[in-house]
């Protein structure tokens, strides 16, 4: 018996929704803004509360009319406050909040270091030659 024009529609509309939500879960799996597996926060469970008790900078916005940050999931733009803090400073890679006498640095990475970059050498200049074996 041949199936019925509905029941072939109803398979294809299964089959094409199966086939979008695998499309869905294996984009969100290679998103390539997601920071590397292991590098969630940068912040070891032990090293949150040096750290100010769980506080996470998760981004910064520097623009001609004003410079935020978003601070666990809040944003928080310069002068105003999070909790009893007060956004104080908003650089490229951290921010500043000072409560009273005391500041807290944020670190947008706070697992990675700046290095001075390594000079290549110019163009014709010589190169340096291994030592024969």
Known sequence: ?????????SSLAAALALMLYAASVAAQANDPTRPPAGFDTGVAEGDAA????????QSVMISPTGRAAIIN??????????GDAVLVRVAESEV?????SESQVLKLYP???KRAAVQAPAKGAPRKRRAPQ
């Open 1 to 9: 018996m041949k199936p019925s024009l509905v029941t072939r529609h």
């Open 50 to 57: 040096d750290s100010g008790g769980g506080i996470m900078l």
């Open 96 to 100: 500043v909040l000072k409560s009273g």
């Open 111 to 113: 697992g990675v270091e």
């Open 73 to 82: 999931g809040v944003m928080v733009r310069q002068g105003e406050k999070y």
